[in-house]
């Protein structure tokens, strides 16, 4: 490094350690102030600039073009499928897995068709998958004693059994004499028995016996989401870091965030294409609502709302395919938007190799300054 300085000698032949010490510095100094090197770092500068531009509006057409639309379309199959639509048109399985089949029924199963060169998006909406038990209790059996005790339930009071089955109540009750009356139970545990015996206890306190136990298919809806990667130390650039890549972090796209980071992933549903297995994100994954299966025969209307929503949906998530020419939807805007983050944070990533050896050339400097004012020192034998 020590090409500025011909000669090592402070002195009489000494000082040669620090007349290296200072031809170093010398370098170091040549090189932080070297134009070439300043002109390189604003050309990669000026070049990150020309993909940031670019990705920031492709993000926003991801957004408004896209994304935005195709959860509205997902919070009206929300609205339509509530827990009031429910009530108004129940329909209810003699077994867990027949509910549980209903859901996929009305709102489609997750995942994705193989296509070629890549896969097509379904039309599912729901990320997971559960039950309401309902217990049916025989209005023969309420006498007017008995509704008197019990009177009004409010939603979420707990209900049980001796035997360990619970649940909370999902729709407000009235005890009547004479009327048949359910109770739909979500976050259920045990198993409900039913006939001469099992007393059904509302918040501790003794109603009748449950007549019948069936249930409800319900799901739970996220919105469809896109991740960008994004690496903190590297847009902007922080030469104070030795590692680019650390601390990476996955954010949902959106308005705040947009052109910044490494990659773009779609997930619908907040899934990776199987009931359940949720994405990772260092954002909370948003919450459309919960849906039940209702009775389709009573609200046909309702079904045939969801489904034609569906059917949009899935034209506007696409196909996902290697093959440019044949890639739709907000897939083909992901796509091109993954491509000019690469190429954008290449240039990112020269801006920060610059400007650490900026920082480390710096350091080095004060790190030798240092040690030349201990080995000028003649009280330690100086100079060397």
């Not at 102030?33 to 940031?52: A, D, I, K, M, P």
């Not at 859901?103 to 309401?132: C, I, K, L």
């Not at 997930?267 to 994405?279: E, L």
Request: charged share 15%.
């Amino acid at each position: 490094m020590g090409f500025g300085i011909t000669t090592y000698n402070i002195g009489e032949g000494k000082g040669k350690a620090i007349g290296l010490l200072q031809a170093e510095n010398s370098s170091l100094s040549q090189s932080l102030n070297y134009t070439e090197e300043q002109t390189t770092l604003g050309v990669n500068s000026f070049r990150y600039n020309l993909f940031l531009d670019p990705a920031k509006v492709i993000d926003n057409a991801i957004l408004t073009t896209f994304e935005t639309p195709l959860n509205s379309k997902k919070g009206s199959i929300a609205g339509i499928g509530n827990v009031s639509t429910f009530e108004s048109h129940p329909k209810y399985y003699s077994s867990v897995s027949a509910a549980l089949a209903a859901v996929e029924t009305m709102y489609g199963a997750p995942g994705y068709t193989g296509v070629s060169g890549g896969t097509e998006y379904g039309d599912g909406v729901v990320s997971e998958r559960a039950t309401y038990v309902n217990l049916n209790i025989s209005g023969a059996a309420i006498d007017i004693v008995t509704a008197a005790r019990i009177g009004s339930i409010s939603a979420g009071t707990a209900v049980s059994q001796f035997g360990g089955a619970s649940g909370v109540l999902v729709l407000a009750r009235t005890a009547q004499v004479g009327v048949d009356t359910n109770l739909l139970l979500k976050d259920w545990t045990g198993t409900f028995s039913t006939g001469l015996g099992a007393t059904v206890y509302v918040a501790g306190v003794a109603f009748t016996s449950n007549s019948l136990t069936n249930y409800a298919g319900i799901g739970t809806m996220y919105k469809d989401i896109i991740i960008s990667e994004r690496f903190p130390n590297l847009e902007p650039p922080n030469p104070s870091s030795d590692n680019p890549s650390g601390n990476p972090q996955y954010n949902i796209l959106s308005g705040s965030t947009n052109g910044v980071g490494a990659a773009l992933t779609f997930h619908p549903n907040c899934i990776n294409g199987a009931y359940d297995d949720f994405v990772y994100s260092d954002d909370t994954l948003p919450v459309l609502g919960t849906v039940l299966a209702f009775d389709g025969t009573s609200n046909s209307s309702g079904l045939s709302s969801i489904t034609s929503l569906r059917a949009e949906i899935k034209s506007l998530r696409g196909i996902n395919s290697s093959d440019s020419n044949n890639r739709t939807g907000i897939s083909s805007f992901v796509g091109a938007g993954s491509t000019v983050r690469t190429r954008k944070t290449g240039f990112a990533r020269n801006m920060w190799s610059l400007e650490r050896s900026k920082v480390q050339g710096a350091t080095q400097i004060s790190n030798n300054n240092t040690a030349i004012s201990i080995l000028s020192d003649p009280a330690f034998g100086g100079p060397y």
